[in-house]
């Protein structure tokens, strides 16, 4: 049986290993622990679900416990959440990311840059197992204000917007999207080693 002695001493190389090596009345008390106050074993327990939904669908029944977190008072609650979501729409099959996106798409104001960073970064993995809502995810993106973030975040921020929206132009594409690469890629936010890789990137797609 699973045991926060049994996970703690699990290496980080091995964690892809042992996510795979999970049996699935290990996913319910994994889950329980993301609430713990031990950040040590909280964000161990958050890999191996991680690492768990790359290969496994038996993560995505606990959607709604992630969908909850999103409205935490605790960020880290709300990262935790957002990436689990993002993990696992993959596996959505019941269509309960349509039903969660709006909700998902407020924390791109959260007040912690890291958690904004990590919203944008999982909507690259829902843009590609839900082409559907890509352009709702491309228009949220191409509206949002980096000035409303610290000018050291913008780069950033900005890199990974671009990053997925070099995903969504796979299957959707707007004159908004086109414009605002644009002038992403014209603008003095993203020096000029930044602005080389994005168009090499672009020119693949």
């Known amino acids: 049986m699973i045991s ?6 699990v290496s980080k190389s091995d964690l892809p290993a ?3 090596a999970l049996q699935k009345e290990d996913i319910p008390q994994l889950v329980e622990w993301l609430a713990l106050k031990d950040d040590s074993i909280r964000y161990q327990a958050f890999l191996l679900l991680k690492y768990r939904s790359l290969s496994s669908a038996d993560v995505y029944p606990y959607w709604d416990i992630f969908r909850n977190k999103l409205r935490s008072d605790n960020s880290y609650q709300r990262s935790i959440g957002l990436m689990l979501i993002g993990e696992n729409a993959n596996w959505d099959d019941e269509n309960r990311m ?5 909700e998902y798409l407020e924390l791109l104001y959260d007040e912690k840059p890291v958690t904004i960073r990590q ?6 993995s829902i843009a590609s197992a839900k082409p559907g809502l890509n352009e709702k995810i491309s228009s949220a993106l191409i509206t949002f204000d980096l000035t409303a973030v610290k000018e050291t975040m913008r780069k950033l921020i900005l890199q990974d917007i671009l990053n997925v929206l070099i995903i969504v132009r796979g299957g959707y594409r707007s ?4 414009n605002f690469i644009l002038s992403a890629l014209s603008g003095d936010i993203l020096d000029k080693k930044s602005k080389k890789q994005f168009e090499t990137a672009l020119f693949r797609t």
């Open 119 to 124: 919203c944008i970064q999982a909507l690259g």
């Open 18 to 20: 042992a996510a795979s």
């Open 98 to 102: 349509e039903d969660t996106i709006d």
């Open 4 to 9: 926060t002695e049994s996970i703690m001493s």
């Open 175 to 178: 004159e908004e999207i086109e």
